[in-house]
């Protein structure tokens, strides 16, 4: 059990009807706060593809234009930062992970998410299929702004929300489950908010 | 803002620019936990410096409540990225915002008691004159350490130095030009570092030469 801290009396706690959303050790905001490694990358949407790569070849690909096609949905979502913020009912629009993987016929236990800007995240397969995760390319109704990710980002609400990464440009098919950027710079493997799961041995 | 100087019985030691968290625990049984970079240097003991933020949990805490001789829970250290040691060379270029100066100054005091001498400027944006900190260490001139501060609500009498909010114009006369390969730390508020990073990148800094710690400013501290 934690020492008491002397004198420390809480002012805060989320309502009642919020506790059970807010996963242990985090606090709800209604900022939305940036927390990235790196200045923010901008690319035109002209140039702007999303790919699933395996071993060195892509598998399939699509422009934004081709992209923007697909069917998209809307998505209402409480996100949790490994910092400890949390926000709750954020809405968001994307493609489903699912409708992407289905069109490159896929056979791999994870993937590795790959961004402008140099930043990855690892992903076990299981986490990104089944409804769990989408590419997102809108926020609270407009176009995802570039500072959050834009033009689209990883979408993995069940995951701290680093795993979500932003500025995402591609899966890349894996064999093992390998270490990404936060994860080699000493963040969960997972990284499960509901488990405390924020830091390499938790 | 306030530093307190920690003396865990186990700390494995830290490198300059990273980061601990603190636990403080009610005795309900209640917790909040926040980050704070840590201000000392390698080897030395472990400080952070806390801005209290009057709608903040635990700042007004740990800056009004806390005395010599109580016991804090802490975790860490934290952070991997936003580090720097000599061996990564230079030339440096540290931009503070506000209390972003607190991991660069761990950065210069690991700098200098390691007697690296990596050329080094840093530039710190401050709301006024009072708001500065660390004021008296920084005004010590060091070898290969250039100082520079932008003030940007208000000035003091005679203020020779630069005013305003950080922008393009002032990074292309006070940084390091691209051409020297520098190696630049942004820290402070979404806002700065979103405007310093991109003024940067525009003088030519390659992206990946340019690490950013940005500040939450969610109101949850």
Redesign the interface.
């Known amino acids: 059990m934690?020492?008491?801290?002397?004198?420390?009396?809480?002012?805060?706690?989320a309502s009642d009807e919020d506790a059970d959303r807010v996963p242990p050790?985090q606090?709800?905001?209604?900022?939305f706060?940036?927390?990235?490694?790196?200045?923010?990358?901008h690319t035109p949407l002209g140039k702007w593809t999303f790919s699933i790569t395996q071993a060195g070849q892509t598998r399939k690909s699509w422009t934004w234009q081709e992209f923007q096609a697909l069917p998209a949905e809307t998505i209402t979502a409480d996100i949790h930062c490994v910092?400890?913020?949390s926000k709750l009912g954020t809405q968001w629009r994307g493609v489903p992970v699912d409708t992407l993987l289905d069109q490159a016929e896929y056979d791999a236990p994870y993937v590795m998410a790959f961004c402008d800007?140099?930043y990855t995240t690892n992903l076990p397969i299981a986490d990104v299929t089944g409804g769990q995760a989408w590419v997102a390319f809108g926020y609270d109704g407009g176009p995802l702004e570039a500072?959050h990710g834009g033009p689209a980002r990883l979408l993995v609400p069940h995951l701290y929300f680093w795993k979500s990464a932003k500025w995402v440009r591609g899966l890349d098919l894996r064999g093992t489950d390998e270490p990404g950027?936060?994860e080699?710079?000493?963040y969960h493997i997972y990284g499960d908010p509901w488990r405390e799961q924020r830091?390499a041995g938790d | 803002m306030v530093t307190i100087e920690l003396g865990p019985p186990h700390w494995a030691g830290h490198r300059a620019g990273q980061h601990l968290e603190v636990?403080?625990?009610?005795?309900?049984g209640?917790?909040?936990?926040?980050?704070y970079s840590i201000a000392s240097a390698p080897g030395e003991p472990v400080a952070i410096t806390v801005e209290r933020l009057d709608d903040g949990?635990v700042s007004p805490?740990l800056t009004r409540?806390l005395?010599a001789g109580?016991?804090?829970?802490l975790r860490g250290p934290?952070?991997?990225?936003?580090v720097w040691e000599p061996g990564d060379g230079g030339p440096l270029m540290l931009l503070a915002g506000g209390s972003g100066i607190v991991p660069l100054r761990s950065i210069l005091r690991h700098r200098l008691r390691t007697g690296s001498d990596v050329p080094t400027r840093l530039l710190y944006s401050s709301r006024s004159w009072q708001d500065v900190i660390y004021r008296d260490e920084l005004g010590q001139h060091h070898d290969g350490v250039q100082v520079s501060y932008t003030l940007t609500r208000s000035q003091p009498a005679g203020w020779t130095d630069h005013t305003g909010r950080i922008d393009s114009a002032l990074l292309a006369e006070v940084a390091w030009p691209a051409e020297a390969n520098p190696l630049a730390y942004i820290c402070g508020p979404?806002s700065f570092v979103?405007t310093a990073?991109?003024a940067?990148?525009g003088l030519g800094y390659p992206?990946?030469r340019?690490?950013?710690e940005?500040f939450?400013?969610?109101?949850?501290h």
């Open positions: 934690s020492p008491v801290s002397r004198g420390f009396r809480h002012l805060r706690r050790g606090y709800v905001t209604d900022g706060p940036v927390l990235s490694a790196g200045p923010t990358p910092t400890r913020w800007g140099g500072e950027f936060w080699r710079y000493g830091y | 636990r403080l625990t009610a005795e309900d209640y917790t909040a936990e926040r980050e949990e805490y409540e005395r109580d016991e804090l829970e934290v952070g991997g990225y936003f979404t979103e990073a991109a940067l990148v992206p990946e340019v690490r950013t940005r939450g400013g969610t109101g949850g």
